[in-house]
């Protein structure tokens, strides 16, 4: 970067935004990184393969990432166990299961486009969690900075992060449970920055004729309009979306909100149903906790990778809107 | 040799490249006069400067900044027409990136219980204490691993983690074998 140019926009800055003086404090630096890392993992183009480790089980698989025409394109295939491959095209994703012969294909609602990206939503994060820049360390081969999380409560997990220091790209995450375990961590062991990929490295390798195709369709609705209210507020977690979703036309509708502190999120599902006898209860696939229960004809299903305090005093304050 | 200007994809790299201070001095006054012609990109721009601000470790990484950045902008006498004032309502992340991993989590998850909707057949295989509990859970209710799915597609955490959250999708996905 050349001094004068950044020394141009500096004041640039300065005269279209006086900022009181401050001295910089140890969250935003954090906060910084994380900035930079949620742009890198969007802009760059990278392939690479990496390390998926939970409850005991580790995974390899292979990625292949780019931003073509402002269009993401994006495919992971895994190498161990039955094939799968999730193959992403901006707002399209599309998962194969060559075994089953079945390609589920989920559009989203609707896709926000780039100023959402940015981090006006992470700006909320030091009121709950205290971000720290690590140390410089290496993962797969590359030089990298860690950046610490750490809740301020117990209605989350904590985080590590570990990002390529000179393009912000990501290349280590761990989820950190109460008692300093780790849930899940995802790490990179070899990758390549920045372009050309591999020909047909974004393209898919199963072919997708004579396999059954599952398209869910999802629309977005007022949280007003839902007909439920969550009458517990986790500090934090604000309502990003809410959506009525349906897997095939057979299949009854149901509601999903989904909830975020900017890290963490709760995803509440409603669906039309009876009890099938089981109580409230919590479980857990994976790093994520699951609670169930059922309000009236409704089933309702509270989960999160968050600790399950959190699913549970959430899902118990959710109630039918008395008209 | 950059592509030339226009509105859409390219411009906004353009405005990053600008935060970042990577354009050439032509390319840059050519970026700051389309800026001040078009009310989206200023809205752009006013995003981007709060991670300027972030960048360069200034406080206030808040609407109030942005409130006063656009003011800022809206004095500019070489702006045409004043921008209306847009408020920053909380946004989540990234819930673009997202959305790679929501589709990846799901896949992941219909290893749980076999694509069709009936609850056959998912108690096979080695399964340590873990995998029991989950496998219960699949059998109780086939739509769990859709759900989970879903879950995982619509999480705007995955601003941040980007693919790794694609990751535990395709990951978990071999659950339960």
Do not use: H, Q
């Given at each position: 970067m050349a001094v004068a140019r950044s020394s141009w926009l500096a004041l640039a800055i300065m005269l279209l935004a006086p900022l009181p003086a401050a001295s910089p404090a140890l969250a935003e630096d954090g906060l910084v990184l994380l900035q930079r890392m949620a742009q890198g993992s969007r802009q760059l183009t990278y392939s690479g393969t990496f390390v998926y480790r939970s409850s005991g089980r580790v995974d390899t698989s292979r990625i292949a990432h780019s931003l073509r025409d402002g269009l993401e394109m994006e495919r992971i295939e895994a190498l161990d166990g039955s094939p799968r491959e999730v193959l992403r095209a901006g707002s399209e994703v599309k998962c194969f299961f060559p075994e089953e012969k079945l390609v589920i294909i989920e559009n989203r609602a609707r896709q926000r486009g780039f100023?959402?990206?940015?981090p006006a939503g992470l700006g909320s994060l030091p009121e709950h969690y205290v971000i720290r820049r690590g140390e410089l360390g290496r993962v797969a081969g590359m030089k990298s900075r860690a950046v610490h999380l750490e809740p301020r409560d117990a209605l989350r997990y904590g985080r590590e992060f570990w990002m390529d220091d000179a393009s912000g790209l990501l290349l280590k995450a761990n989820l950190i449970d109460e008692r300093g375990e780790t849930l899940e961590s995802f790490a990179f062991i070899q990758v390549k920055i920045g372009?050309?990929?591999?020909?047909?490295?974004?393209?898919?390798?199963?072919?997708?004729?004579r396999v059954r195709v599952q398209q869910v369709r999802a629309t977005e609705i007022k949280p007003d309009d839902m007909?439920?209210?969550?009458?517990t507020v986790l500090p934090?977690?604000?309502?990003v979306s809410a959506m009525r979703r349906q897997t095939a036309p057979e299949n009854p509708e149901s509601l999903h909100v989904v909830l975020s502190d900017g890290l963490a999120s709760i995803s509440v599902f409603i669906e039309p149903g009876a009890s099938g006898g089981e109580g409230e209860a919590v479980s857990t696939v994976g790093p994520v906790n699951v609670y169930r229960r059922q309000v009236a004809e409704h089933r309702l299903m509270v989960m999160g990778e968050v600790p399950a305090l959190a699913v549970k005093r959430l899902g118990d304050g959710i109630e039918r809107r008395r008209k | 040799m950059r592509p030339r200007i226009r509105d859409g994809e390219d411009m906004k790299t353009r405005i990053s490249a600008l935060m970042d201070g990577e354009l050439e001095g032509h390319e840059t006054a050519e970026t700051l006069r389309a800026l001040r012609h078009s009310g989206d990109l200023r809205s752009q721009w006013c995003d981007c400067q709060l991670i300027g601000a972030a960048l360069r470790r200034e406080r206030g990484l808040d609407i109030d900044v942005a409130a006063r950045v656009m003011s800022a902008i809206d004095m500019e006498p070489t702006v045409m027409a004043p921008a209306p004032r847009r408020t920053l309502d909380w946004q989540p992340p990234a819930l673009a990136l997202a959305a790679s991993a929501a589709g990846v989590a799901v896949v992941a998850w219909l290893a749980l219980v076999p694509?069709?909707?009936?609850?056959?057949?998912?108690?096979?295989g080695p399964a340590n204490a873990k995998q029991e509990t989950v496998l219960a859970q699949a059998r109780a209710t086939p739509r769990l691993q859709e759900y989970l799915l879903a879950h995982q597609a619509y999480s705007p955490g995955g601003a941040i983690v980007g693919g790794a959250r694609n990751i535990r999708t395709v990951a978990a996905s071999g659950e339960g074998r």
């Open positions: 100023p959402s990206l940015l372009g050309p990929l591999e020909r047909g490295a974004l393209t898919p390798r199963f072919d997708s004729e007909g439920w209210v969550f009458r934090g977690f604000r309502t | 694509a069709g909707d009936e609850p056959t057949a998912v108690a096979r």
